[in-house]
């Protein structure tokens, strides 16, 4: 008998879309140090790979998680490059920016979501 | 007869299927039982690890360091908690690969022991050049902006990658510097480098074991310390999973196989001894097939991180644009246009962006081109100046490197006697030691081909042990395999850990930096020891800094017979608006252990200076002092 998951494919992308507006929120306002602190930390590190991250091939969830921090960082540091050569130094909108990337790969994981996985169960 | 045999026999079988048929009923629970209880002892085993860390950080003074570094104070418990470790480790992989998550925890739980406990230790940032850092991403928070032309640390300038990601991590998180989390770099890469090393490893070799071992070794031996607060860290992070993405999804071979699945094959097939090597790649691995958009998103990343790395660091592109090229050469993976690209972007950042440094620097880099001799004998401390205990510690790290070099060769001929030519990993071994002919690197170049060279030789090192799927089976192996890791923590201990007392800063010191740093005139002169103390993390432009040992030997020797008159001539200089000389217990660490000057000079300057008539202490605590002249004042 062919059982269908529920597609909870939605949940880390909507997730990732609310932690960088929450991010970006605490951090233009500079309210709550603590949370901004971790929110921060969690979101650069992870945020903007993990939003494209279902994307990816990886095979297990050490190759994931690592391709999903590689990828933040990068996306991090070339963001903060270019304003720093365009003479644009401005974190909040570096990070405006950042927050806008992973919005997008969240959106599109919603748009194009992966087909729901199947599992045989097997009668006795 | 016949018949009666044929019976019997039928007979006897029927027995035997009932007899399994009863085992089958009643095994199981019992197999189940014996494998939990064989899945508890590594647990056991890495929870008496964990204790045994645990219980050694109070009782260790990192002040009563000897000139062996952390080794002098670490008590027994430490090092039995490696041992409790290690033996699990080998247990484990030699008999129960399939256990990934407690193999994982294993090479965590070794991360951890050795790359936090100095974090956790010290209360303070350790070794001097990751304060360095820190003062090029405080330089960015303030400015906004980098100076390319600037006199101190100008090839940061040219490259700050690294340091404007760190300066907007600092500002969102609404920090004041990075100093409030710096100290946890070398922890948080070296398990970047883990994650990244297990997706090498996997398109290597589909033998868990020797995925596993590989990783162990490599941080058993990764003695190198280029895991801290720098650029180098980061370029390398991002190198190891620049060519992990590669061999995994872009292996040639794999490109072959993967026909039905929308992915092109080589226009013409090779010939050749490329070709025949190109056949004989690894281990014929079958990853998850790519679909075109996937292609797209990890060329996207490999691209991204490319870049990061050409903006970030000066010579992780060249080591990777070497790899690149030669993978691509070989056959091993495509696109074939990324060596192109990369080259193009590293050029374009060399003679494009980075111009300041390279008009300054290019004369001096083609200058040591081909002076293989200087460039490998400037990395090496002079064993006659150091101390007794750096000499040891010295001999370890050499040792040490020599033994890898030489097993992971071995491992490599094993193998190959076995049918296994590594061609990617062996490529990836010999593509860092050309760079001995190009640079010497500031001195540091031999270290740092090792490190690129790592990962693939402790790959070999852990293929000497399983040469092939068969192999290993026997008590033999893991046996010797965690006799060789015992040895090789012993080494790696010394040379790891042996500087610690010069890379340690007490609190003490980090308190006189920041009196310095927040007190010193702009402009001022500030006359160091040396350069190993909490240095120019903040405001660090503001001021010229000379470091008594980087001076000429006769200078020196000046100095060191009669500070008083010297300083005073150096400091009465009125281009600066003011001079200060500081002094502190790290830098009498490095002078006396190192022998950048004899043993004993900077206590003796110190005294000299406390007794002059021409100088006033302006700040002393007990592991610091800061002189100013008394006729001209700050």
């Known amino acids: 008998m062919k059982m269908e998951r529920m597609d909870l494919s939605w949940l880390l992308p909507v997730a990732l879309m609310v932690a960088g507006l929450l991010t970006a929120l605490v951090v233009l306002t500079g309210i709550f140090p603590l949370p901004r ?6 979101f650069l590190f992870l945020g903007p790979g993990l939003a494209f991250a279902r994307l990816l091939p990886a095979d297990d969830i050490f190759a994931r998680v690592t391709l999903s921090i590689a990828l933040s960082l990068g996306i991090d540091a070339v963001v903060a490059m270019i304003l720093l050569y365009m003479d644009a130094w401005s974190y909040q909108n570096i990070l405006l920016i950042i927050v806008g990337i992973t919005l997008l790969g969240s959106i599109l994981q919603i748009s194009h979501p992966r087909e729901p996985e199947t599992v045989q169960e097997e009668r006795e | ?110 991360i951890v022991m050795i790359h936090a406990t100095p974090a956790i230790l010290y209360g303070t940032l350790r070794y001097s050049w990751a304060w360095k850092h820190v003062g090029i991403t405080d330089y960015i928070m303030r400015h906004g902006s980098v100076n390319p032309n600037i006199d101190f640390f100008n090839a940061y300038h040219n490259w700050p990658g690294f340091f404007a990601l760190n300066a907007l991590i600092t500002q969102a998180a609404g920090l004041s510097s990075a100093l409030d989390y710096a100290s946890w770099a070398t922890l948080f890469f070296n398990l970047m480098f883990f994650g990244a090393l297990l997706t090498i490893y996997r398109s290597l070799t589909t033998d ?14 990764d003695w190198i310390g280029q895991d801290y607060f720098a650029p180098q860290s980061f370029g390398y992070f991002f190198y190891l999973v620049i060519i992990g993405i590669l061999l995994r999804w872009f292996a040639i071979r794999r490109q072959r196989r993967s026909l039905d699945q929308t992915m092109p094959i080589p226009a013409h097939p090779r010939r050749g001894l490329w070709g025949w090597l190109a056949e004989r790649i690894s281990e014929p691995v079958e990853g998850p097939a790519l679909a075109p958009a996937q292609r797209v998103l990890l060329l996207a990343i490999v691209i991204v991180l490319m870049a990061s790395i050409v903006f ?41 962006v980075a111009t300041p440094f390279t008009g300054q620097n290019l004369n001096s880099m083609l200058s040591s081109f081909g002076t293989v001799k200087s460039n490998v004998s400037g990395n090496l401390i002079n064993l006659h100046e150091a101390s007794t205990g750096q000499v040891v510690i010295a001999i370890m790290g050499r040792g040490l490197t020599l033994m890898v070099i030489f097993l992971a060769a071995a491992g490599f001929l094993r193998r190959l006697r076995k049918g296994h030519f590594d061609l990617a990993a062996m490529l990836l071994v010999v593509i860092p030691f050309p760079m001995l002919v190009a640079n010497n690197y ?55 850990y042996g500087k610690e007392k ?115 202490v302006l700040y002393s605590n007990q592991d610091a002092v800061i002189f100013v002249l008394k006729d001209r004042g700050p």
């Open chain 2, 208 to 221: 868990s074991r020797l995925i596993w071992l590989s990783v162990w070794f490599f941080f058993l031996t």
């Open chain 2, 312 to 352: 970030s660091h000066q010579l992780t592109p060249f080591m990777l644009l070497s790899a690149l090229l030669m993978l691509v050469l070989f056959g091993v993976i495509y696109p074939r246009s990324l060596p192109f690209l990369m080259g193009v972007m590293v050029l374009a950042w060399v003679f494009f």
């Open chain 2, 442 to 496: 500031g001195g540091e170049i031999l270290f740092r081909i090792y490190f690129f060279a790592l990962p693939f030789m402790a790959f070999f090192l852990s293929g000497l042990f399983l040469p092939t799927q068969e192999s290993g089976r026997s008590l033999v192996a893991p046996v010797l395999s965690a006799l060789l890791s015992v040895g090789i923590i012993v080494a790696f201990l010394f040379a790891y």
């Open chain 2, 1 to 110: 007869m016949a018949e009666r045999y044929q019976q019997r026999s039928k007979d006897l079988e029927d027995v035997k299927s009932e007899f399994s048929t009863y085992l089958g009923r009643t095994q199981p629970g019992a197999t189940a039982v014996l494998h939990e209880l064989q899945r508890l002892l590594p647990i056991a085993l890495i929870a008496v690890a964990v204790f045994l860390w645990l219980i050694s950080l109070p009782v260790v003074k990192p002040r009563d360091m000897t000139d062996i570094g952390l080794l002098s104070v670490l008590p027994v418990t430490y090092y039995l908690g490696l041992i409790v470790l290690t033996a699990s480790f080998s247990y484990t992989v030699f008999r129960h690969a399939e256990w990934r998550w407690l193999l994982f925890l294993h090479v965590l739980t070794f």
């Open chain 1, 37 to 42: 602190l971790v929110l921060v930390f969690a």
């Open chain 2, 502 to 616: 010069q890379y340690y800063f007490t609190p003490e010191e980090v308190a006189a930096a920041n009196y310095l740093y927040g007190n010193a005139l702009p402009g001022s002169l500030l006359i160091e020891g040396t350069g190993d103390y909490p240095a120019r993390f903040r405001n660090y432009e503001l001021y010229t800094y000379v470091p008594i040992d980087l001076e000429p030997t006769e200078a020196k020797a000046q100095i060191i017979a009669n500070p008083a008159s010297e300083m005073q001539r150096w400091m009465g200089n009125r281009q600066y608006p003011a001079a200060y000389i500081f002094i502190t217990r790290s830098m009498m660490a490095e002078v006396n252990m190192v022998g950048s000057m004899p043993a004993g000079s900077l206590e003796s300057i110190t005294r000299k200076l406390m007794d002059s008539d021409k100088f006033k």
